[in-house]
């Protein structure tokens, strides 16, 4: 078989799991996406192996684009989307992306391992943590609009790291 059509039913099989599991789950993709996709790049020696992890990040935040449009599309047709807050929102997750790509770029790739590895500890310990409450009350207080935009560019650099 083919190098080629392998790395293609890789990356095929990994997009099926990971969309199964976000949807079983709830999870992000790019929590399975940038490990696994990692291995399938060093195994096939693609890429010099301080490229890989930059990469997989890389090519897991292009599949995201695609998802995160359906899922707004979906909310909006649910009537769940606060469109006074999403510009504020919108624009503090895009300028954190925005410099967290730039800094990652910077980095050496031990380090965004690091933060990558820490970030997923750290969502893990936030799911298992909130699964556990039972109290379903969304009747909280939601910060200002410029706190808003700096905490969502603080999100948005650490999801995009």
């Not at 039913?9 to 969309?19: D, T």
């Not at 292009?62 to 624009?91: C, E, Q, R, Y």
């Not at 109290?135 to 410029?146: V, W």
């Given at each position: 078989m083919s190098e080629l059509?392998?790395?293609?039913?890789?990356?095929?099989?990994?997009?099926?799991?990971?969309?199964?599991?976000?949807?079983?789950?709830?999870?992000?993709?790019?929590?399975?996406?940038?490990?696994?996709?990692?291995?399938?790049?060093?195994?096939?020696?693609?890429?010099?192996?301080?490229?890989?992890?930059?990469?997989?990040?890389?090519?897991?935040?292009?599949?995201?684009?695609?998802?995160?449009?359906?899922?707004?599309?979906?909310?909006?047709?649910?009537?769940?989307?606060?469109?006074?807050?999403?510009?504020?929102?919108?624009?503090?997750?895009?300028?954190?992306?925005?410099?967290?790509?730039?800094?990652?770029?910077?980095?050496?790739?031990?380090?965004?391992?690091?933060?990558?590895?820490?970030?997923?500890?750290?969502?893990?310990?936030?799911?298992?943590?909130?699964?556990?409450?039972?109290?379903?009350?969304?009747?909280?207080?939601?910060?200002?609009?410029?706190?808003?935009?700096?905490?969502?560019?603080i999100t948005g650099g650490?999801?995009?790291?």
């Open positions: 059509l392998l790395l293609f039913i890789y990356c095929a099989l990994l997009g099926s799991g990971v969309g199964f599991l976000a949807g079983l789950l709830g999870i992000g993709g790019g929590l399975v996406i940038v490990p696994v996709l990692s291995s399938i790049l060093l195994h096939f020696a693609i890429l010099p192996s301080d490229q890989v992890v930059i990469v997989a990040i890389a090519t897991s935040l292009a599949s995201i684009l695609f998802t995160s449009t359906s899922s707004a599309i979906a909310h909006h047709k649910n009537g769940n989307v606060p469109w006074d807050l999403a510009p504020w929102t919108m624009t503090g997750v895009a300028f954190g992306a925005l410099i967290s790509g730039f800094m990652a770029a910077l980095l050496p790739e031990n380090v965004v391992r690091l933060v990558f590895a820490v970030s997923v500890v750290l969502i893990a310990l936030k799911m298992f943590y909130s699964s556990r409450k039972n109290d379903s009350s969304t009747d909280r207080q939601l910060p200002n609009k410029g706190l808003l935009t700096l905490l969502t560019t650490l999801s995009a790291m």
